[in-house]
Each structure stands twice: as C-alpha cells, then as structure tokens.
C-alpha cells in the first residue's frame, strides 16, 4: 500500500492486516463503481474509498446509522455556513430531509444532499453580495445613533432603519439561521453596521491622537471612508469565496465525515498533503518562497534564504506574480487564479525552469527565470543558545524544538532525533551545568523519533506503550544503554504541546528524568495517525486520479505507568500561568474526542539523575511566583482574556462602542509591557553557528529576532530559577 512504512504523523509498525484490508478496499471500490466516469462520480468514488478505508482501518470505526447521520449533518451544516450568514431557515428545510438517512445515502454514493447543499450556499452568497452593495451605497447616521438609511430586498423606497437591538451576536453558534430573507437583510444591516462603526472608530481616535497636528475632518467624511473601506474589504472576501471550487467544499463534507471518527482523521486533497509533508519533513522541491493571495493577484511575501529563489536574487518579497511558464512554454495567466493552484505550478522537481512574470513595487515587469531545486526550511529545525544561569558562574543550554520532524522520503532528510543529539553534543563541549529542551507549541510529529530523543536521557528502558485496535499493546523501547546527557534537565511545555511532546513529557515525568515545567496541561491527544494514498488502494478509474490522502487513527498510546494522554494531557511538575491559563483549551474541547483509558503499567527504571528533591523545587518555584508581580500581571491578563473570549455581543451605537473600546484599551495598557524588558541578559549564539548565521543578512535577522525572543520570555527566566534550585539542592 505505502512506499515506505513511515509516511506518517506518528511510526507504526507496518502489519500484513493492514495490507490484506487495503487489498480488500481496492476491490470493494472497483466492483462498486463502472470505469469513465465524471465529477460526480469521482466523488462518490472519494466517499466510499475514505468510508471502506475508516470501517477497515480506524482504531474505533463508527456504524453507520441514524444517529451518525445526524451527527454528519449538524457538523457538515455548521461548518457550511458558521458565521449563519448566508443561508436562512427556508434552505435548512430544504436540506433537512436528509439529516436521517445520510448513512444510507453514503453508501449508496448518492451526493444529492452535498449538491444541494452546495448550490444553496452558491445562491446564498449571490444573494447577500446584493445585500452589501446596496446596504454599503448609503451613510450610516453616527452622529444621532438612527441606524441605517438602506432599501430592504426588492429595492424600494430607503427608508429610516432604528438600531432596534443595542448589540450584535457575532458568534454564529449562539444565532439561528434567519428566519426570512428580510431578517437576513436585517442581520447584514446590522454586521456591516458594525464593521463600518469600528473602522470610524479607530478613524476618531486616530484623529485624537494626532491633536493639531490632524487633518480634521467630519464625522460624515469619516463615515463615508470607513464604508468605502468596508465596501472594499467585502468586495475581497466575496471574490474569494466566490473562487472556492466545488472540489474544494466537497473536502470539507469529506473532513465533517471523517472527523465523527475523531478530531485527527482527515481527508487531505494532494495539494494539502503536499503542505503537510512540507511542513513535517522542512523540506519541499520548488524554488523556495511563500505566496500569498492578494486580491485577484498572487504576491511574494518571502524568499527562503538559501533557496533557488534567493540564490537567483530577483524575486523578491512584495513581487506580484501575474504569469507562470514551465521552461520555454506560454506563459499563464495566473489572474484570478486559487492561491493552491498558483502554488502546485510554481513548485515542480528539482533541475527543471520555471519562469515567473512579476510586476516589481515599482511598476515595472520583469521576467525571471529559476531553476528548482531542493529548499530547506531551516527555522523548522532544532536550535540551541547559551544561557546564563540564575546566579553568577552557572552556564544553562537551551534547545528549542519546534516539531518532531521527520523526513522518511529522502536518503538525505533531516530528522529531528540526531539534530537534537548533535545539539546536545554541542551544548555539553561547553561544559554547561543544565539543559532545557523547549516543546512549547510542539505539536508532535515523529514516533520513532521521540522514542530515540527520550532515550537520550535514560540508559535504556520503555518510553511508551502503542495499543492497535483489537491487538495486544506493544512498548516501544530504548534499546541504546548510551546516556547522550546526564546532567540535570527541565522540558517546557504549554496547552500546544501535543502528541509526541506529550509522550517525551510523559516518559521523563514517570521516570523521575526531568522537571516538566509549563502551563496547566499540555494538549491532551494520545492518538497515532497514518496515512493512506487512496490512489494504490483503487485499480484503475486513472482518469479521476489523484484522489488525495486520508490521514486515520489507527492506534493509541499510553504512558509507561499506565495512563493516558488522551484528553488529560501532562500535568506539568511546576505550573507557570500563562495568558490561556483560564481558557478552555486542548482536545477536549474538540468535537468527538476519543474517550481516555489506561493500560496496565511496565515496568521501568533509571540510574542517570535523581529528583529526589522535586517537592523543595515546587515549593521554591510556588513561592517566587507568589511574590513576583510579573507573575501576578499574567495572572490578572489571563483572567481579562477570559472575560474577552467570552464577550462575543458588541454594542451597534458608536458611542457605547468606543466607551467599551476605551475601557478594554485602558485595561490592557497594564500589561502591555509585560514581555517588552530584557529578563535575561546572558543569551549568546554558540560560537560554531555563528558563520552560517552570518552568511546572510535575512538568517542574521531572523536569529537576532530568536535570541532576543529568549532575552524577554520570563518563563525561561523562572526556568532557570528552577534549574538553580535543582543544582543548589543536590
């Protein structure tokens, strides 16, 4: 089925099961469909495909019945239109019918409800593109609060409109569809209403600001900019979606079905998994930039540094992109065209040309020719820094690792285990006292890597137990008695660090290795995930290929003690609050999550470092953070962004609206110094990374920015604190 048995979020062990299901699934597809067929059929292919390849392979498959109809139905309608700003009742009794019999419909390959579904969006759009023209085209009365001087649906007289509700609920879970056409008018009436009294708004108090020095101007002149700005800004949006293709929405019903299964089993066009592997391997044949739409026109807006691009040193960020050729071909006009389109012709294999048309910042044209080739996207990968310690003579390392990346495709890929060894070798030529390895915001990656990282600090023993479905579970071990460290260690997390963060966490925490330090808990996913190429599973039907991926949990892993990460996450050893400290975060709080569950535990052992003093090191750490004001900041920021998350109703009088403006600007003003001062001066390169950090201006900028990222994070400055404390104490 796959090429190589690690083309995966997570290493699994390639089983014949597996392979004797996916050679059941590419018979199952073919006798179910007849061969040249179109659109539709290529989508009823799509389903069945992902649906055989769920039942056969998902670690806990679903049944198709009523009640997982249903639950299709509300997520695919909720995702449809979220913001409940296109359809109204009257097309939700349309598609309501379905809401029971989806499952049937599925396993028929009857799409009916999705093309339904598709087409009322279509026209919903069409219609409210009406609706905000018209309603843009007049002055809103600020100055007397009256509302809205607008035509309603049929264009008749304009007519005097009173803001009636003093607010408008912009969080569409808490609004029901609109009853009527005219109520979605009103709803528009009411949502750009908004839009042009907040850009009025920030206008007046730019005006302030400026004192005298302003070119005063009225409130009707304001208005009249801040509409046409909101017109502007509209006539955007609504390009945009009107440019979403029908394949494109058809991948998000697709997604609202395989995410009943669990939040991370997914169906990946090819495009989306050619990002994926991109952004899991840091390694992508092209010519090394990033575009970005920007209105009917795609722009540059950065050059890899050390990419073909840069290396070629036309192109440059701020470029616009108008036409895109393959060597010495015609050219294409790229105007209009969807960003993912633009993007799978720009990047192509190594040693071929493409050749770029691009209107530079100064209005000229300019056409420019490079050759692919393989880009690196270094900031991706491990780094390290020099710290000072909390007290005079101690010297820290620091790790940062952003991913667990991996790339299994390539003789020559980079993988995140051996990069951090190697780290960790430069770090101790230094002779430092402590190492910090940094997961925060980590959202995993590599299984096989995080087992080899974790056995960097134990002689050898069980880092995590994986359990297939309907199979015995299995321990992965380190089997290496090397100890690359054994000096003491603290990993940092916070509610992102996720999945193979988790099980590095977990594995040094149960051993007694590390100090976990971080916000309440990390994220909480205890799943693993793999991909299936639906194009080798499905003989023939050539002409609908390619079909994409779909990524499915196939398995759960479990600490060594026993428990799970699965919904609980790891309770950091030292807490420290952060800004999400009372938000609702992590799996949990996704729909359809995995239960948690346990195993019994393994056993397992250490001799390399001894916490035996971790309860002293909390209490020190808990009694800093109780005297320290800039913790207490935190703490008191944390609870303004509680209370802002939940504000989702704003005032539609221009008035109240910058009274409330004003007090939120006034309480943020309090912390927004909070991360500007320098709270650890010692932070320096280590001095064998300097020449490549110097080889270029862009890398020296982007590292200057790193280390000056360390100097001002008050975490690593506790962390330290912490670091001291274990050193002192042992």
């Known amino acids: 089925m796959m090429k190589n048995p690690f083309r995966q979020t997570f290493e699994t062990m390639k089983r014949s099961h597996i392979m004797l299901s996916l050679v059941a ?34 670690y806990h498959p679903k ?24 359809l109204t009742q009257k097309d939700v009794t349309k598609l309501a019918p379905y809401r029971s019999h989806l499952d049937d419909d599925l396993r028929a390959g009857n799409i009916e409800f999705f093309d339904l579904s598709v087409d009322l969006l279509n026209a919903g759009v069409q219609k409210v593109s009406e609706y905000y023209k018209e309603i843009l085209d007049k002055p809103f009365n600020f100055e007397n609060n009256q509302g809205v001087a607008a035509a309603k649906p049929g264009k008749g ?13 912009l969080d569409g879970k808490k609004r029901s569809f609109a009853a009527s056409e005219e109520e979605l008018y009103n709803y528009w009436e009411k949502y750009l209403q908004y839009e042009v009294m907040t850009r009025l708004s920030d206008k007046l108090d730019d005006q302030e600001e400026k004192g005298e020095a302003a070119d005063k101007k009225s409130i009707k002149e304001l208005e009249a900019e801040a509409r046409a700005e909101t017109l502007k800004s509209m006539n955007q949006w609504f390009e945009r979606m009107q440019k979403v293709k029908r394949a494109e929405r058809f991948g998000y019903f697709l997604n609202a079905l ?16 050619q990002n994926f592997n991109i952004r ?57 065209m969807d960003i993912n389109e633009v993007v799978s012709m720009v990047r192509g294999e190594k040693g071929t040309e493409v050749r770029l048309t691009v209107k530079k910042k100064d209005g000229s044209v300019k056409i420019i020719p490079i050759v692919r080739d393989i880009v690196i996207m270094e900031e991706g990968f491990a780094k390290s820094l020099l710290l000072d310690g909390a007290v005079e003579g101690e010297k820290i390392g620091y790790i940062y690792l952003p991913r667990f990346y991996a790339d299994f495709e390539n003789a020559d890929g980079r993988f995140c285990a051996p990069d951090v060894a190697q780290e960790l070798e430069k770090l101790k030529k230094q002779n430092v006292n402590a190492i910090i390895l940094d997961l925060r915001d980590n959202g995993g990656g590599s299984l096989r890597d995080v087992v080899k990282m974790s056995g960097f600090f134990i002689e050898k023993g069980p880092i995590v137990q994986v359990k297939s479905r309907n199979q015995a579970p299995e321990v992965l071990t380190d089997t290496d008695p090397r100890v690359q460290y054994d ?91 952060d800004g999400y400290h009372f938000i609702k975060t992590g799996e949990k709080e996704e729909d359809y999550p995995m239960e948690w569950s346990e195993l019994p535990a393994v056993a397992y052992k250490q001799n390399v470092y001894s916490l035996d003093k971790l309860k002293e090191i909390k209490a020190r ?55 500007k001062d320098v709270v650890n001066k010692g932070v320096a390169n280590l001095e064998t990374d300097m020449p490549a950090l110097l080889a270029d201006e862009s890398k020296k900028a982007r590292n200057d920015d790193f280390v000056a990222s360390v100097q001002k994070d008050i975490y690593i400055r506790e962390t330290l604190n912490i670091i001291h404390d274990m050193i002192s104490l042992k």
């Open 258 to 273: 395989t995410n009943l299964f669990d939040p991370h089993t997914d169906y990946l066009a090819p495009i989306d998994k």
């Open 63 to 86: 049944t198709l019945n009523d009640d997982f109809s249903q639950k299709l139905y509300d997520t695919y309608l909720e995702r449809l239109d979220f913001g409940k700003r296109f």
């Open 621 to 675: 750490s808990n009694a800093r953070m109780e005297k320290s004001e800039l913790f207490g900041q935190i703490y008191g920021n944390a609870r303004r962004f509680e209370q802002q998350r939940e504000q989702t109703a704003y005032p539609l009088n221009l008035e109240a609206y910058r009274v409330m403006m004003k007090d939120r600007q006034t309480a943020s003003k309090q912390f927004e110094n909070l991360f």
């Open 25 to 58: 699934i590419g018979l199952l597809v073919a006798a179910f469909f007849p061969k040249n067929q179109h659109q539709p059929e290529k989508d009823a292919l799509l389903i069945r495909s992902v649906l055989t390849h769920l039942e056969q392979l998902h």
């Open 487 to 577: 000096g003491p260690l603290v990993v940092m997390v916070n509610s992102m660090s996720a999945s193979a963060s988790e099980i590095l966490a977990a594995a040094l925490q149960d051993y007694g290795r590390a100090v976990i330090v971080g916000s309440k808990s990390t994220f909480g996913k205890g799943t693993v995930q793999r991909f299936y190429n639906l194009d080798q599973s499905i003989n023939g039907f050539n002409e609908m290929k390619p079909l994409g991926e779909v990524k499915v949990t196939t398995q759960k892993f479990y600490r060594i003690n026993g428990g799970s990460t699965q919904l609980r996450g790891v309770v950091p050893d030292i807490i420290l609050p």
């Open 157 to 169: 007289n304009p007519v005097s409109t009173p803001a009636n509700a003093p607010l408008i609920e």
């Open 280 to 336: 899991f391997s840091g390694r992508l044949e092209g010519i090394g930039a990033q575009l970005q739409t920007d209105g009917d026109f795609t722009k540059v807006i950065l050059v890899v540094v050390g990419g073909p691009a840069w290396k070629q040193k036309e192109l440059e960020e701020g470029d616009i992109i108008t036409k895109v050729a393959q060597g010495n071909n015609t050219p294409v006009d790229v105007a209009g």
